[in-house]
């Protein structure tokens, strides 16, 4: 049974930029809710507990087609919203190295948020913005990395990505604090963005 990756902060630390309610909404009632109906579309095909929910979304022919719909939505879910909690954290900065990482790739860290924070603000509807190692990036190119924008909860796993930064942009993880601001959302992110779990990401692909 897959379970909610676990919070390294409190409810209330990511204040005054993500509300306490917001969290406690979004932590115990939508990812739990993710969780739940994955597991419950995979209690009929048990063997598929041997795998992470990631390795099955990297590769969703492995999926029943009976429960493939309810496995990618609410795998993706599941996922998205696991990494999403993860990379979430206080007074947790970007290391001199990562911020090289960052500039190699973008030109600059500000260069970085402004192409995330356009992929975050342009996706119409519900949906994600990510960083990505892509999937060439084990062609002997070494690691390159893309900002990437998905509708509902589709994962760049599917496509061979590796996401390793990402906000959600559904309007239940800001609407309680920010009404439609999510321009006012997506800027107070990076106050609460754990670099240190991020570059270890980085590292670990």
């Given at each position: 049974?897959?379970?909610?990756?676990?919070?390294?902060?409190?409810?209330?630390?990511?204040?005054?930029y993500?509300?306490?309610?917001?969290?406690?909404?979004?932590?115990?009632?939508?990812?739990?809710?993710?969780?739940?109906?994955?597991n419950?579309?995979?209690?009929?095909?048990?063997?598929?507990?041997?795998?992470?929910?990631?390795?099955?979304?990297?590769?969703?022919?492995l999926?029943?087609?009976?429960?493939?719909?309810?496995?990618?939505?609410?795998?993706?879910g599941?996922?998205n919203?696991?990494?999403?909690?993860?990379?979430?954290?206080?007074?947790?900065?970007m290391?001199?190295?990562?911020?090289?990482?960052?500039?190699?790739?973008?030109?600059?860290?500000?260069?970085?948020?402004e192409?995330?924070?356009?992929?975050?603000?342009?996706?119409?509807?519900?949906?994600?913005?990510w960083?990505?190692?892509?999937?060439?990036?084990?062609?002997?190119?070494?690691?390159?990395?893309?900002?990437?924008?998905?509708?509902?909860?589709?994962?760049?796993?599917?496509?061979?990505?590796?996401?390793?930064?990402?906000?959600?942009?559904?309007?239940?993880?800001?609407?309680?604090k920010?009404?439609?601001k999510?321009?006012?959302?997506?800027?107070?992110?990076?106050?609460?963005?754990?670099?240190?779990?991020?570059?270890?990401?980085?590292?670990?692909?």
């Amino acid at each position: 049974m897959y379970e909610q990756t676990k919070l390294n902060y409190d409810y209330a630390d990511l204040e005054p930029y993500v509300d306490k309610e917001t969290m406690h909404v979004h932590y115990d009632k939508h990812h739990a809710a993710y969780t739940a109906k994955l597991n419950a579309a995979i209690e009929k095909y048990p063997a598929l507990f041997e795998k992470t929910a990631e390795e099955i979304l990297s590769n969703v022919s492995l999926i029943p087609e009976d429960i493939r719909s309810a496995v990618i939505n609410n795998g993706g879910g599941y996922v998205n919203h696991n990494l999403f909690f993860s990379i979430m954290g206080k007074d947790k900065k970007m290391s001199v190295e990562f911020e090289n990482v960052l500039t190699d790739a973008f030109g600059s860290v500000e260069k970085f948020k402004e192409e995330f924070e356009n992929a975050a603000l342009t996706q119409f509807g519900s949906g994600w913005a990510w960083l990505v190692i892509t999937a060439d990036s084990d062609q002997g190119t070494g690691k390159q990395l893309a900002i990437r924008k998905t509708s509902n909860q589709d994962t760049p796993l599917s496509n061979g990505e590796k996401p390793i930064l990402c906000i959600d942009v559904w309007e239940h993880s800001y609407y309680l604090k920010y009404q439609n601001k999510r321009p006012d959302y997506v800027k107070a992110f990076w106050n609460v963005v754990n670099w240190e779990e991020v570059e270890r990401l980085y590292k670990e692909a």
